[in-house]
């Protein structure tokens, strides 16, 4: 059966039941119909806080991982043993879910319900999310057209775009005011995909209301024609953007195939911002049960580094386990067999890929994390393939195991709990983050490209250059680094599989985030509004006349 089908033939729980298993007052719901549900922030209490399970993954590939499947395997699992637990995810975007990718709540017996809501509009966030940015932008524009009350923006320096929820590389670089004094100011810009916003990774790093008001109005816009740094807070834009966000900012409630209760929020993308779900969020599963399993985006090099250096720093939080998932067929091709034959055996093209999955245990253990390899098992995979992978992870000291939450469900993680759990009792009582603020831009930026992702050295752009005298004169060097990078390798060319070794990395711009707290460096090629590819998966989409949906993976 498809992972729809799956879906369509569990019966779901009312939400109601399913905030009960967390000692959540029912009448404390924001009910958005029978099985969906957004919580109020009064049940975050540190005082209470179970462990924190980070799942991470190899580089990704377009064999597949299944990191988000395993980390709903991972915590129905975790209840099966005795232990209470909740998977905490990040919301999918709409991108993706009608581009290449398809949806994001797990596959098989281990996915989040009902599966439809979450992946299209869901309880309204990205929207939420996407009209607070452009409300933004719009004052902005007014401002600039103004006679009596402009700040004397100077056009060319304004860097805030639009966003919407959708790819489109059409509007990636528009011109605005057109046909007329009357109807504006001409310049030029564009749109980002909503899971680029700044606003999104300000709502998943605000720890309330008061926060994100203040984040808010951090956002920078761009200079004055006098050169004088203009934010948010001075167009008085905070309030009514955040009006906006008062019911986006609560969690939501939904439930795994097996009931076990997942909450789901925020959904910024890793190779471009945080990549992982908001800190409330976080908090407040942390509140509720033993253990929170939740995932960052991509590879250990991106969605976890930023989850420890970004998130987890700002919200003083430290994970007690890193699961690091891999498939046979994903280390097949970081080791060079071709796509068409990834299910062909091959040892040879493991024993080239298997790099790949080493360096990131590396990376996880540089942060004082005890880490625990997850072997996601396909059909096609042969024993001997498994057995290599096994023994190399043992031959250096990683405790590694097979799963089948695809087939199984919880019930194919059991002993990836146990170990998880065992993990967890020994793991050092708080991380190591990989940097300090204080260290200067270039010096964090060649930390990370160095011991993360093995770069010998860092190189600047004149534009990256000038970059970074801005911001020093703005005085935003203590800020955190969000790298923006491809996903396909550790490097920044998506065509150097496995471990690459001897490169440079480009950083071609920064781009500052202040009101998210951190910069981010542009390197290699990357698409803040992506475009559809030539079949889009949204051409599988459909709806009968009863309202069922069909082609949604």
Known sequence: MTDLEIAHKVKMKPIGEIAQKLGIDPDDLEMYGKYKAKLPLKYID???????????????????????????????ALNRIGKKSVVVLREPSLGPVFGIKGGATGGGYSQVLPMEDINLHFTGDFSAIEKAHNLLSA??????????????LDPRTISWKRVMDMNDRSLRSIVVGLGGTAHGIPR??????????????????????????????????????????VYAKDLNAAGAMAALLKDAIKPNLVQTIEGTPAIIHGGPFANIAQGTNSVIATQTAMSLTDFTVTEAGFGFDLGAEKF??????????????????????????????????????????????????????????????????????????????????????????????????????????EELAHMVVEASEHCCPNFLPLYPLTDSVEKKIETIAKKIYGAEAVDYTSKAKSALVKISNLGLDNLAICMAKTQKSLSDNPDLLGRPKDFVITVRDIEIASGAGFLVPITGDIMRMPGLPEEPSSERIDVDKEGNISGLF
């Not at 004052?139 to 700040?151: A, G």
């Not at 564009?190 to 984040?215: N, P, Q």
């Not at 068409?340 to 790949?356: A, F, M, Q, R």
Request: glycine content about 8%; overall charge positive; aromatic content about 6%.
């Open 46 to 76: 540190r005082s209470k806080f179970g462990k924190l399970i980070l799942v991470s993954a190899i580089s990704p590939t377009p064999a597949g991982e299944g990191k988000t499947t395993v980390s709903i395997g991972l915590s129905q």
């Open 139 to 152: 004052i902005i524009d007014n401002n600039i057209q103004s006679k009596t009350r402009s700040l004397n």
């Open 188 to 229: 030029e810009t564009g749109f980002d995909i909503t899971a680029a916003s700044e606003v999104m990774a300000i709502l998943c790093l605000s720890k309330d209301i008061e926060d994100l008001k203040e984040r808010l109005g951090k956002i920078f816009i761009g200079y004055t024609f006098d050169k004088r740094a």
């Open 308 to 413: 420890l250096d970004i998130k987890c720093r700002s919200a003083k939080l430290s994970p007690n386990a890193a699961v690091l998932v891999a498939t046979i067929r994903a280390l097949k091709y970081h080791g060079g067999q071709p796509l068409k034959e990834i299910k062909t055996p091959g040892v040879e093209y493991l024993t080239k890929g298997i790099g790949n999955l080493e360096k990131h245990v590396e990376n996880i253990r540089l942060f004082s994390l005890a880490p625990v390899v997850a072997i996601n098992r396909f059909l096609t995979d042969t024993q001997e393939e498994i057995d290599f992978v096994v023994e190399r992870c043992k031959s250096k000291g990683i405790p590694v195991t097979v799963v089948d939450v695809w087939g199984k469900g919880g019930a194919g993680a």
